[in-house]
């Protein structure tokens, strides 16, 4: 792949090498993972969130690799595959909840009340999904533009405080009815947590995404280092 001298722009790696179809499945893993645990609401003291904190951070710093390395069409397939794997988990545990129980199985309202929350919290996922991962990839992109090679922190850091404060924004106004949020106050108490601490993990995890990066731009043929 040869790029025009006139053409300034970074040249991103092909989606069909050995790396890309790896991060995606983590990626696509991650996100169902994190929308089955947020169906719990949770309380440090006054503190609300819900278990989604654990592993949600996790596809932002994969989203930042995949913008970074492939590009933002490449990082925009991956989103679209996590969507419709999170609608194929919503129609799975519909399906299962409608089918006859056997005699010895004694949970099914539990199964249900997992299964209802779920197809509340599949719409604010999705919803706000959609919208921080296509800030986030966009912003890398961008930035990367201008910034070529340089300044990858600032790509990582701008991309993630934007597309967590859309992702937040959108998943909690929704999502905050269906785990029980009630008041204004503990909604702004959730929301704020939320975009902190999801953008604190992130920061922490910079030198493992530096890595990662680095790792797949020495091993992928096809990138081309924009300079």
Same mark, same amino acid.
């Given at each position: ?118 197809? &509340?919290?599949?719409? !604010? $996922?999705?919803? +706000? ?7 986030? @990839? #966009?912003? %890398?992109?961008? /930035? ?13 850091? &701008?991309?993630?405080? !934007? $597309?967590?404060? +859309? ?7 929704? @999502? #905050?009815? %269906?785990?029980? /949020? ?17 953008? !604190? ?27």
């Amino acid at each position: 792949m040869t790029r025009p001298e006139s053409d300034d722009r970074p040249v991103f790696a092909s989606v069909g090498s050995t790396y890309y179809p790896i991060l995606v499945a983590v990626f696509t893993a991650l996100v169902i993972v994190s929308n089955l645990t947020a169906t719990k609401g949770v309380a440090f003291g006054p503190i609300l969130t819900d278990g989604g904190f654990i592993v949600f951070p996790l596809t932002y710093i994969i989203g930042d690799v995949l913008s970074e390395v492939y590009g933002f069409k490449a990082a925009g397939r991956a989103i679209i595959l996590g969507f419709l794997m999170n609608i194929l988990a919503a129609v799975a545990l519909w399906a299962t909840v409608h089918l006859p129980a056997a005699d010895f199985y004694e949970n099914q309202e539990h199964f249900e009340n997992v299964a209802n929350a779920y197809y &509340g919290l599949i719409i !604010a $996922g999705l919803a +706000g999904f959609i919208v921080g991962q296509t800030i986030n @990839a #966009g912003v %890398v992109v961008l /930035i990367k533009e201008r910034t070529k090679e340089k300044h990858l922190w600032a790509r990582l850091v &701008g991309s993630t405080f !934007a $597309g967590q404060l +859309g992702d937040t924004l959108v998943f909690c106004a929704i @999502a #905050g009815h %269906v785990i029980g /949020i009630r008041t204004f106050r503990d909604f702004v108490v959730y929301a704020a947590l939320g975009w902190a601490y999801k953008t !604190a993990v992130e920061v922490l995890f910079l030198p493992v995404t530096y890595r990662v990066i680095a790792v797949i731009k020495q091993r992928e043929p096809t990138y081309q280092a924009a300079l």
